[in-house]
């Protein structure tokens, strides 16, 4: 669900609120989301560096050659 919201760009409040609104038991903090959603861009992104990345997305996208 965590990886879902990222990538619909969810605002950080929001999943804390849902993943809290799920589960009353929860005690996730704004830095473990922020931690995760770290942890799963750097997996998206492989051994790439973040420019390596953005090249790479911007030819995807044809915006350059």
Not at 33 to 42: D, L, P, S
Not at 43 to 54: A, D, F, K, N, V
Request: proline fraction near 2%; avoid cysteine.
């Amino acid at each position: 669900m965590l990886v879902d919201m990222i990538n619909f760009l969810v605002k950080l409040i929001k999943i804390l609120l849902t993943l809290k609104g799920n589960n009353e038991y929860n005690v996730t903090t704004t830095k473990q989301v922020y931690n995760a959603r770290y942890a799963y861009r750097i997996l998206i992104r492989g051994p790439r560096t973040e420019l390596q990345q953005s090249m790479v997305l911007l030819d995807y996208k044809y915006y350059i050659h």
